[in-house]
């Protein structure tokens, strides 16, 4: 019997590979120059570095927010009491402040350990933050009158957050407004200096689309980034696009991108975790034959993976994140005709009807699942009726459901407030990527249990 599945096993793959080499479906995406760098040298700046170079002065800091568990990166001097996702920094004129770091969206707590790399999936801009436009303007008051240079330090980045920040909330919390908070800061800047302007130079429209956080190891197999793909040319300089949020100009810009080759060499080094649990390896075995016949020639099989872009027609997800590029193209252009697009590593967007069928390295871990997170486990990733339509998780007390591989959840009235995911709201929909609809519960048991094993 063990002979019978390994041949079959063979066949399915061999049969794998010609579809893949011969999609029928789905464009390729050619691959690009990257910088290479030292992931050591990485490490220290993506944690401790000031590619923000302006936030809240660390003595007021310290008394608004809460001290937070500082233990998960065990870092020395200012940062010891600080959360991993905030960094201290010294502003140009050499006063301390504290700023956002990538770990914001980029890191998450999971199960008492900090996972760098895993999307936070906790994250709240329902509008309940505490740094809004009236406490920002309160606090640019106060500064103004107590103490000028901690003002000068802070000024940047006080007046990004009364500018954009209300125009960033989500309707549930879990979801991020990157593409919106990339949108608002490129109106708002000009794309040849970086140099701000109070008053948006494009514009705006009124819908904030949600994403679920990819992770940050699954880019070293991905020619594009981002879910349609369209992140071209260096990685590198996507990656240090939050730059913008306090930049002054674009030479200190050119400073920043000048640290990224060495945080990209450190991402390339992130491994998805193992799934912690035993697994049925008979099972697997099974699933690992439904995975070649039904999905690797999409999603790929270990370093096999084949950057194929999804139209729309064949996958079927929600379409408001792919399509409000198309019907926003003066981002696009701004981006193609900035700094970004310049120099020896340029980057580009290339907009796509669709989007990418990504690698599935550490699947179990990345619920919810989709890339508006509408859907709360792999298992009903896997089965359409079961995705709920209005659902919630415990956000101070989460909980990992092991057998359907994601997050435990109820089903809940969607008027209950911000905690409850709405899929019918536009750009919050669970509906598409009905391939597992076909098989059977056995068969959905067993590809389940291989999901595990990536």
């Given at each position: ?9 063979i ?9 893949y080499?011969?999609p029928?479906e ?28 302006s936030?809240?002065p ?8 809460a001290?937070?568990n500082?233990s ?8 010891r ?31 008492n ?9 906790t994250?709240?801009?329902t ?21 000028p ?18 125009q ?5 919390r ?10 608002l ?9 970086f ?9 705006i ?8 956080v990819p992770?940050?190891w ?10 349609n793909?369209?992140?071209r ?8 696009a939050s ?7 674009t030479s200190?810009s ?7 080759n ?20 008979l ?9 070649l016949?039904?999905?690797?020639k ?14 729309e027609?064949?996958i079927g997800?929600?379409s408001f994140?792919y ?5 926003n ?14 120099g ?7 907009p796509f ?7 599935l390295d ?25 995705r709920?339509a ?5 956000f101070?007390n989460?909980e ?6 994601g ?7 969607p ?6 995911y709405n899929?019918e709201?536009?750009g919050?929909?669970?509906?598409g990527h009905?391939?597992?609809?076909q098989?059977?519960?056995h ?8 999901l595990?094993?990536?």
């Open positions: 019997m063990k002979k019978i599945i390994f041949l079959l096993t066949v399915c793959f061999s049969f794998s590979r010609f579809v080499n011969n029928g789905g464009t390729y995406i050619q691959p690009s120059p990257q910088r290479s760098g030292d992931p050591a040298v990485g490490y220290h700046y993506l944690l401790n570095g000031d590619y923000l170079k936030g809240i660390f003595n007021y800091f310290r008394m608004v927010f001290k937070k500082s998960y990166l065990q870092r020395d001097s200012l940062n009491d600080i959360g991993y996702e905030y960094t201290a920094v010294k502003a140009g004129n050499g006063e301390i402040v504290v700023a956002p770091n990538c770990l914001q969206c980029h890191a998450q707590v999971f199960e350990k900090l996972i760098i790399g895993l999307g936070n999936s994250v709240d801009f509008g309940g933050e505490k740094l809004d436009p009236r406490t920002a303007t309160m606090t640019e008051n106060l500064l103004r009158k107590t103490d240079k901690e003002y000068e330090a802070a000024e940047p980045f006080l007046k990004v957050v009364k500018a954009i920040s209300a960033l909330h989500t309707q549930t879990g979801v991020n407004p990157a593409d919106r908070l990339a949108g800061l490129a109106a708002h800047r000009d794309p040849q200096t140099i701000w302007n109070d008053k948006p130079m494009m514009e429209p009124d819908q904030v689309i949600p994403s679920d992770a940050w699954l880019m070293k197999r991905k020619h594009g980034i981002f879910y793909g369209f992140g040319g260096d990685f590198g300089r996507f990656l240090m730059n913008l949020l306090t930049v002054n100009d200190e050119a400073e920043v991108d000048r640290h990224f060495d945080v990209l060499a450190y991402l390339r080094t992130l491994e998805a975790p193992k799934y912690p649990y035993p697994i049925s390896h099972l697997a075995r099974q699933g690992g034959v439904i995975y016949q039904h999905c690797v999409c999603h790929g099989n270990g370093d096999d993976y084949p950057n194929l872009l999804i139209p027609e064949t997800t929600d994140l399509k409000s590029n198309y019907q193209p003066q981002f696009v252009n701004w981006f193609n005709n900035s700094w970004f697009a310049k020896d590593h340029p980057a580009r967007l290339e009807n669709g989007y990418i069928a990504p690698p550490g699947i179990w871990i990345t619920a919810p699942y989709f890339h508006n997170g509408s859907v709360p486990t792999l298992e009903a990733v896997l089965n359409s009726r079961l709920p209005h659902w919630t998780r415990d101070d989460l990992y459901d092991y057998k359907k591989v997050w435990k959840y109820q089903e809940a009235d008027s209950q407030g911000s905690g409850i899929t709201l536009p919050y929909g669970n509906y009905y391939f597992g609809d098989l059977s519960d068969e959905r048991s067993a590809l389940l249990e291989y595990k094993t990536l």
